[in-house]
């Protein structure tokens, strides 16, 4: 049997395990999430909320902006609190309170050492116990949670609403005045926080620990990391040393593979060029201005963070509130990567075959069409929705899902699902007549189309939730879009484009790219399939998901740590011949990949990947200093490093501008690696100290995030930001200068 064969098998083999898993312990999911109750009754059998009220709750806080407003559970935005830490917390002072006071005439402050841990252990007795009746489907709540949940009813619609004792606060957590309109939506939002709330302290059935897996940190309710979280983390770090030395052995073992004799001139020179391809420089030309546009919301998004209320002075949030500009900050950065990678498998599938389909011109040109609809589209519906101005059905289908990278509403959803098996239409039927003729690049062109039909196949993941369904389920359906989708299917089509480019310069054998591309994508979904699960430690899911997300996300940094031999291999191919030094750009971008993908996606990942980081880290500076390194450093820069491939290939003996370009280059990547060390990295860091030491609560409060040296930190990214705004408007202005003078290329 032939290795590539084999390589085949294993691919086939790794695929069904691990997609069996997924699905069976999603199941898991469904069986064992925090149960909705039809009714929440005092033990007066008062009807304090309804299942009703939680459910549309939870779609009001997916209307105001959801997870880019503050988070729940740990995921979503950073400015504003954890909405269950924060409650959960404040609901235990409160009960504390009351017993110091009704037992001691003081507040619990006061009191000893030895009286405050009696108080401690009497209210973790009642709020760790599960009182969820399955038989009548309702949960009974003590008479001292009644009180706290009217005070604390009444605590949040003073913030969400316009009360001027929280205007301070509604600035510190750029919440605008009147946030939530409504009484009655705030009444039920309400319930939602509660129900979230509820979830993270009270103890599954026959189990001492809660549905979050005693997420977030809080010593008074008794919320402390498990011996479990701690077992498995050391599990993870085991299985990616022991990894990490097996794949070394193998590639030191398999070697360097065979050399190839360099082409003495370009051999892009000889490929003919169709209309079709032609027509991908205008999905470039919006490309530029989406990642201009991302880069002035960024800004906005960063400002608010100093200043909650407007833009220096400017009361913006008036009309471009936080929640709009994060939303668009992180869409928009997810749509323009993602169309700088379509446009780029738009101009290599006709290249390959050298022509083009019947009305693949037209069809290119109704992507494009339906692209700009669904980016201004959404936006606009967003906007709409976290301006109160939808209903909630309406906010559902047109405006604001509330789900962080997932926010377009599902009209807008379905809209990109079509457009994606559209693309991929556009990209199987140039390369059929290919297929057919059983040519050397068959196996390579194979991996190609099955990474563009994942792309397009797993976006469908995010139907999968209805307008009301458990928050569990949902983040469930949620990361496969985030992680499986954008992390990874969007990595293995990056692999193969690579791959087939070096390919089709000459620089690399087809049989070797077919081999590295097979081996590298068997790596990465060994670990990346069901690596998914660290999203969902504390999700309100089954305990075995944190034990298979421990051991399977480690996986995920172990082809990183030989990153750097594909670094060195690319560069040595800079400097392969004289003509080769026309592709420098495109290939010190994937230099930059590489280096990106140790740095941002290996090292700032693996720190927060296993349990023990994560339960105290979630939620903190620490996921956007992995975020933005990650994302833009590797998917953003490939980004660029496609669309610069392609450039080059379309003008070919067009001389470039070098000055720009290189400006481009070193300002991305200064300005990212300042962003990331001189404040995303120390703010991360102090968080997690004051998460271990007082609790998330704390990490994340406003007496906290708004300390003088706290704000100090956040100004000193301004450094960074200003290099990398220079490094993107140097691109466009590349772009649109080479493109817009030679037309007629």
Known sequence: MSQEKKLWIGLLLVALFSFGVLGYYGYEIYQQSPPVPEKIISENKEVIFTGQEIKDGQNVWQSMGGQEMGTIWGHGAYVAPDWTADWLHREAIFILNRYAQKDFNK?????????????KIRLQADLRTNRYDEKTKTIIISENRVLAIQYLSHYYEGLFTNSPEFDKLRNDYAIPKNAIKDANRMHKMNAFFFWATWATVTERPNSDISYTHNWPADDLVGNKATTDLMAWSGVSIITLILCIGLLVFYHAKSGEGESLPIPKSDPLLKQGMTPS?????????????LM??????GIVTAHYGVEGNGLYGIPIDKFLPYAVTRTWHTQLAILWIATAWLATGLYIAPAVSGKDPKFQCFGINFLFIALLIIVVGSMIGQWFGVMQKLNLVQNFWFGHQGYEYVDLGRFWQIFLLVGLFLWLALMVRPLLPILKRKTEEKNLIILFLISCSAIALFYSAGLMWGRQTNLAISEYW???VVHLWVEGFFEVFATVVIAFLFVRLGLLKTKTATLNVLFSTIVFLSGGILGTFHHLYFSGTPSAVMALGATFSALEVVPLTLIGYEAYHNYKLSKASAWVDDYKWPIYFMLAVSFWNFLGAGIFGFIINPPIALYYVQGLNTTPLHGHTALFGVYGMLGIGLMLFVLRSLYRNTLWNNKLIKTT?????IGLFLMATMSLLPIGIWQAIESIEKGMWYARSAEL?????????KWL?????????????SFAWFVFDLTLKNKNK
């Open 107 to 119: 507040d619990f402050d006061a009191l000893d050492k030895e009286k405050q841990a009696a108080l």
């Open 277 to 289: 391809m032609y027509l991908v420089k205008k999905y470039f030309w919006v490309v530029s201005l």
């Open 292 to 297: 201009i546009l991302q880069v002035l919301l």
């Open 478 to 480: 949620r990361w496969w």
């Open 665 to 669: 280059f070193w300002s991305l990547n």
């Open 705 to 713: 995030m708004q300390d003088p040296n706290m704000i100090t930190l």
């Open 717 to 729: 990214r301004t450094f960074g930001d200003v290099l990398f705004a220079i490094g993107i408007v």
